[in-house]
């Protein structure tokens, strides 16, 4: 979560030195807070009903859990973005796209480092 934090408030901190009016400084500010916020209740705490709560790889297949217990058979999606610090993976099934957001100071430092090794070589 403190990534999330991060990047906002660093939006934040971009923001403050446009040369905009007070007003566009401030409906953007909105928009950087409604974002946080979605991505607080989405990613975070999972309470949208889509929230993906676990994601694993079984047998060259992944299998995603959501909030209300649903399990999906889904392939992960060439979009996926993998930095040092963050994961963003983008899952698709026959209707819908999923997406699955890890920080690196929310899995243990094994965990990431081969979950990074993974994805960068079948993305």
Not at 36 to 58: D, G, M, P, W, Y
Request: charged content about 20%.
């Amino acid at each position: 979560m403190g990534t999330l934090l991060l990047l906002h408030a660093a939006a934040l901190l971009v923001l403050l030195n446009l040369p905009l009016q007070w007003w566009a400084k401030g409906v953007i500010a909105l928009i950087v807070f409604a974002s946080l916020t979605f991505n607080i209740l989405r990613h975070i705490t999972r309470s949208f009903k889509r929230s993906v709560v676990a994601c694993q790889l079984e047998l060259g297949q992944w299998q995603l859990t959501l909030r209300q217990k649903k399990q999906l058979t889904v392939t992960l999606e060439k979009e996926s973005v993998v930095t040092q610090f963050l994961v963003i993976m983008r899952f698709k099934d026959h209707k819908r796209c999923y997406v699955v957001m890890l920080f690196k100071d929310s899995v243990a430092k094994s965990k990431w480092q081969q979950l990074q090794r993974f994805l960068h070589s079948s993305i």
